[in-house]
């Protein structure tokens, strides 16, 4: 379906005022939501099309997963916790899992950023430089 430039202009000065202090209140979004389909102004089904899109790509940017190939240590997990909420700001969630396939090291996800310092990506790569 393609969006027309006013309906992309209404939703993002939607998703603009369901912020608080740059973290996405749910409270606010609901009622937002609520309100345009009590009005249901014209291309309002567009409008919140995309105003789901915008959520959907900020609640990606603000969650973290971080995959290791063993459990790792408290330390190890706050260290990792500190320096993505100085790289990405408040409000990140973070998840942590084991995925044993990784060999060693760590894959973190935020968003679509992905940070690869698992053995297993490295081996690859050294595979594509034979």
Same mark, same amino acid.
């Given at each position: 379906? &393609?969006?027309? &430039?006013? #309906?992309?202009?209404?939703? &993002?000065?939607? =998703? ?5 202090? %740059?973290?996405?209140?749910? $409270?606010?979004?609901?009622? !937002?939501?609520?309100? !345009? ?5 014209? +291309?309002? !089904? #567009? ?8 959520? &959907?790509? @900020?609640? /990606? *940017?603000?969650? /973290?997963?971080?995959?290791? #190939? ?15 909420? *100085?790289?990405? %700001? ?5 998840? =942590? #899992?084991?995925? $044993?396939?990784?060999?060693? +090291?760590?894959?973190?996800? !935020?968003?679509? @950023?992905?940070? @690869? %310092?698992?053995? *297993? ?8 430089? =034979?």
């Amino acid at each position: 379906m &393609k969006i027309s &430039k006013q #309906a992309r202009r209404d939703a &993002k000065q939607m =998703f603009r005022s369901c912020l608080v202090n %740059g973290l996405l209140d749910e $409270t606010r979004a609901h009622q !937002v939501v609520r309100e !345009v389909i009590d009005q249901k102004p014209r +291309g309002y !089904v #567009a409008i919140l099309t995309h105003f789901q899109r915008l959520v &959907k790509l @900020d609640v /990606a *940017r603000r969650t /973290a997963r971080i995959e290791s #190939a063993i459990q790792l240590a408290e330390n190890l997990r706050v260290g990792v916790q500190t320096g993505l909420a *100085r790289k990405y %700001g408040p409000g990140l969630t973070i998840s =942590f #899992a084991q995925n $044993t396939d990784l060999v060693g +090291g760590l894959r973190v996800q !935020v968003g679509s @950023d992905v940070y @690869d %310092g698992s053995v *297993r990506a490295r081996l690859a790569e050294l595979a594509d430089r =034979f």
